[in-house]
């Protein structure tokens, strides 16, 4: 089964060598991607006979090397933003369904890697070049950064450890700093610390 495309409308006023879809596949998806997507708009190129299909979501496009179905495979959740402008749009011929949807607006999960990671944010335990991120709470090794002007120890790159503290509802983790040992938000809004699992409150 396929749905309606919309026209492949760009802003772009060179020469296409493209010809538009009016018709194209319910759920795409590549290897690389985490979730099942919509197209909105496609493309033939004449030349070389690639399909090309655009994601309501923005998040990209993706060729007919691409998955191609009329359900997403059980348990493989959809995206959650292609999914509500589709069925909005009324591509979606048989409305709302049970699908588990997925929306994972950036900066709003936690990060993969530490926000504290190649930061001043830690402190430095006794007896070697280590310190605790006081972001997340890990213990990592401490780098020599900065120029010959400028010389700091940083804590290393590191995943994003089990106590993260609370992001500012304003700016999540984005401008980390430190106020009288504590993190807290370059806005100045303090910030919960980690729960430690030793159950202490923090210092070195
Ligand atoms: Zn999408
Ligand atoms: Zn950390
Ligand atoms: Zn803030």
Request: hydrophobic letters at 30%.
């Amino acid at each position: 089964m396929s749905v309606g495309l919309l026209p492949p409308v760009t802003t772009s006023c060179g020469r296409i060598d493209a010809e538009p879809l009016t018709e194209g596949p319910r759920f795409v998806r590549t290897r690389a991607m985490t979730r099942w997507h919509r197209p909105r708009s496609g493309r033939r190129y004449v030349r070389t006979g690639r399909t090309v299909y655009d994601l309501w979501c923005g998040g990209g496009y993706v060729d007919d090397t691409a998955f191609q179905r009329d359900e997403p495979l059980a348990g493989e959740p959809v995206c959650g933003t292609c999914d509500g402008r589709a069925v909005g749009a009324g591509q979606e011929p048989d409305g709302p369904s049970d699908r588990e949807l997925l929306f994972s607006p950036r900066w709003i999960d936690p990060p993969k890697n530490c926000p504290g990671s190649r930061s001043t944010l830690f402190a430095e335990m006794a007896g070697g070049r280590v310190g605790r991120c006081l972001v997340c709470g890990d213990h990592q090794p401490l780098r020599a950064m900065g120029g010959p002007y400028d010389p700091r120890y940083g804590i290393v790159q590191h995943p994003t450890g089990a106590a993260l503290v609370a992001p500012c509802p304003f700016h999540r983790w984005r401008y980390l700093t430190v106020v009288d040992g504590c993190v807290a938000c370059g806005c100045g809004r303090p910030l919960d610390a980690p729960a430690r699992p030793d159950g202490g409150t923090g210092g070195s």
